[in-house]
C-alpha cells in the first residue's frame, strides 16, 4: 500500500531564507507528483506537477525534484517571503485515477 | 470559468439526518473526487469517477454514496450523518492526459 509522508509537519524561517521541504513515498510505481499549497480555510492549489519519466519542475522561485527509486522529492523555495506561508502537501499517483495525500508541511515565513 | 465549485460552504447537521454535497465544474474535465480532509490525517479520497457515468470507492467510503449526474456534476451524499463525518470535504476535477488536480473551496461540515 503507497504511503506518503511529509516531515516536518511544521517549519518557521526568517524571510529571506531559502528552504527545502521533504516527501516520501513507499512504492516508486508512481505515475506523477504533484505539490500543492493550501492557505487556512481554503482548497488547495495546484503548484508543479512531475511526472514519472521528470526528474525536477521549476516555477518561479519554486523548484521540486524527484527521485523514484530513492522514494523521495522535494519542494525548494527561494527566497521566501511571508506571503509563501501557508500549507504545502505532495500528492502521488499510482496511474489509477487515484491520488494518495501526504499530511502537509505548514511553513511560517517571519517577516 | 468558475472552475470547481461546491455547495453549501458550511452545514450542521444532527446524527442520524441526510444530506448531499454538491460539486460542479465548468473545465470539460473527466474525472472527479470527493476528499475528506482531518486534522493529523491529511486528505483522504472517498469516492471518484474515472469519466462520466463510472463510480469507485476510494479509501474511506463507508457511510458515503455518490452519482456522478453528468460530465459537469459530481455529488456526495450522507443517508445518515454520524459524528466521525465532521469533517472538511473537499471535490477535486481532472483532465486526463494533463494531470493536474483543481480543488473547489470546500464544505465544512460539522455532525451533532
Known amino acids: 500500500k503507497q504511503e506518503v509522508t511529509q516531515i516536518p509537519a511544521a517549519l518557521s524561517v526568517p524571510e529571506g531564507e531559502n528552504l527545502v521541504l521533504n516527501c516520501s513515498f513507499t512504492?516508486?510505481?508512481?505515475?506523477?507528483l504533484q505539490w500543492f499549497r493550501q492557505d487556512p480555510g481554503k482548497g488547495l492549489t495546484s503548484l508543479l506537477l512531475?511526472?514519472?519519466?521528470?526528474r525536477e519542475q521549476t516555477s518561479g522561485r519554486l523548484n521540486a525534484s524527484l527521485d523514484k527509486s530513492s522514494g523521495r522529492s522535494t519542494l525548494y523555495i527561494a527566497a521566501s517571503q511571508p506571503g509563501d506561508s501557508a500549507t504545502y502537501l505532495c500528492?502521488?499517483?499510482?496511474?489509477?485515477?487515484?491520488?494518495?495525500f501526504g499530511t502537509g508541511t505548514r511553513l511560517k515565513v517571519l517577516a | 470559468n468558475a472552475g470547481v465549485t461546491q455547495t453549501p460552504k458550511f452545514q450542521v447537521l444532527k446524527t442520524g439526518q441526510s444530506m448531499t454535497l454538491q460539486c460542479a465544474q465548468d473545465m470539460n474535465h473527466n474525472s472527479m473526487y470527493w476528499y475528506r480532509q482531518d486534522p493529523g490525517m491529511g486528505l483522504r479520497l472517498i469516492y471518484y469517477?474515472?469519466?462520466?457515468?463510472?463510480?469507485d470507492k476510494g479509501e474511506v467510503p463507508n457511510g458515503y454514496n455518490v452519482s456522478r449526474l453528468n460530465k459537469r456534476e459530481f455529488s456526495l451524499r450522507l443517508e445518515s450523518a454520524a459524528p466521525s463525518q465532521t469533517s472538511v470535504y473537499f471535490c477535486?476535477?481532472?483532465?486526463?492526459?494533463?494531470?493536474?488536480?483543481?480543488f473547489g473551496p470546500g464544505t465544512r461540515l460539522l455532525v451533532l
Open positions: 512531475i511526472q514519472s519519466s521528470q
Open positions: 469517477s474515472a469519466s462520466e457515468g463510472t463510480t
Open positions: 512504492d516508486s510505481a508512481i505515475y506523477n
Open positions: 477535486a476535477s481532472i483532465f486526463r492526459g494533463q494531470e493536474t488536480q483543481y
Open positions: 500528492a502521488v499517483s499510482t496511474g489509477t485515477y487515484k491520488y494518495i
